[in-house]
């Protein structure tokens, strides 16, 4: 028994490895794009000498950007270690009987959204600020695991100053995930005293370092500037908040939050209906109508919207029943109806209640984070990059309750399509890895040249602005580079740069 334990252990280790590796090699492919090119010469460390005044308050986000522009090594290696930590952590949470259900959260990261993807993994910008608070949150969920069962909650008196710098460090990031983490901190600090009788000084720490670190975020005066409509880029709905919300809702953040998560819903909307066919057969000869009613009313509910995620994707997307006008509240009004029988079903179709209690905690939390985005504009598909992680988390909870035998069959298909996404990876960021490599060996040689001509890199829709358009971008293009200020450049398709090239 302890033989096989430690060989399962040690493919677990050995698999974590490779994933690594992987996705570093990968991560090393991406090009610096927008901001980086400023975060990346005097301009970030100008922006840091100010203490970013007036710019954000995102202190550990900003530092960080600025180290990752400055080494494509340890950029490469820091987003391998965040996503593998993701990963990781995702599996000890769920901790599943059925091992291939570990195969999961990886191939879920691989299929993220491609905009979610450009936004907040492929640009160093994007992934400084919006993936490493998600890394920092799940292992804070994770140290206070047993807070839903009925084990002790056992965190070393040792971590207390850790979990104090932790929590300051993970409210200095991105606005949204800092009020998360705030709220998140105080509720689990509450209820672990109610549970446990006792104040975790462990949990209380991490509380106060959010609080401290929130405070310093918002003392920023870029927020003063967002409140009184002056800020030159971002936006508060300050005359109307409601008309705000609901503008921003449906015009935005149903898509992003989840419309636009295919395979995400499909997973869900099935484990969901496997519940509900469950709990009806089990409780057939029960007089609980309610729940009965509640449950087909819900199973009804996900059949129309499965049927309606098939239909969008057969027809690319078009309605031939209404308007495009009405469209975008006909799926709005459908997502909230969507989730709403989510949560019903958890409630009350899954048997397991830590694992109900989890799911829920995380369906909440899921709308908690996305919450401040319906008031704040604007908003981008970087910002759904937590919601779209705790998503992963609630379909390892709820298929590791469904396939709890280890299947051959499923760990060869589970395994063929990771290669199949990696060597997709591969190809398209190893291309874009050779353009720009192409590019910036040919800067070194004409940087001083009057003109130089430059070939955009392919596959932009995978990378965040990475041939720049706009002369505010082309001068920290050259500011990065080295290019004389004076010297003008044009950025030509690839193919007719190489004709040209020779």
Known sequence: MKKSKQITNNKEKIFFVIIFIIITTICYFF????????????????????????????????????????????????????????????????????????????????????NVLAQAIAWTSGFAN?????????????????IFNEKKIEISNKLSIPLLLLGFVNSLFVEHMTIYNVLLAIVVTVYVCKKEKKLSIQNLCYTIGSIIGTVLMFSNGAYHNIQNATDPYRTIGNTNIIETAFDTYFNELYKLLIHQNTIINIILCVCALIFAYKYIKKSYSKKTKMPKI???????????????????????????????TYKKYLEGLMIIVYLISLLVISIIAIPNKEKKKR??????????????????????????????VFLILICCEMLSMILENNNE???????????????????????????????TSYI?????????????????????APNPKSSVFKERFKLFYGIDKETEIEFIPYKEWVKEAS
């Open 130 to 146: 919006y993936v490493i608070p998600v890394l920092i949150v799940l292992l804070y969920i994770y140290l206070n695991r047993n």
């Open 444 to 464: 070194e040689e004409h940087k001083n040249d009057k003109k130089i001509i430059l070939p955009n890199i392919t596959h932009t829709g995978y990378m965040h």
């Open 294 to 324: 509640a449950i087909c009313a819900t199973t009804i509910i996900l059949l129309g919207y499965l049927c309606y995620i098939f239909y969008t994707k057969i027809n690319g997307g078009t309605n031939i029943f209404i308007y495009d």
């Open 31 to 114: 090009p610096y794009t927008h901001d980086d090119w400023a975060w990346g010469t005097t301009m970030g460390i100008e922006r840091l000498e100010s203490l970013f005044k007036n710019y954000n308050g995102r202190w550990a986000g900003n530092i960080l950007v600025i180290l990752l522009t400055r080494s494509r090594i340890f950029r490469a290696v820091a987003i391998s270690a965040t996503l593998t930590g993701i990963v990781y952590l995702i599996n000890k949470l769920v901790k599943p009987k059925n091992k291939n259900i570990n195969y999961l959260p990886l191939i879920l990261l691989l299929l993220m959204p491609i």
């Open 359 to 388: 799911i829920v905690f995380e369906m909440i939390s899921t709308i908690i984070i996305a919450g401040p985005l319906l008031i704040v504009t604007p908003i981008g598909p970087r910002c759904f990059f937590p919601t779209y």
């Open 409 to 439: 069959v499923l760990k060869k298909a589970l395994m063929t399509i990771i290669v199949f996404l990696t060597i997709c990876s591969f190809s398209i960021y190893g291309y874009s890895f050779k353009i720009d490599m192409e590019r």
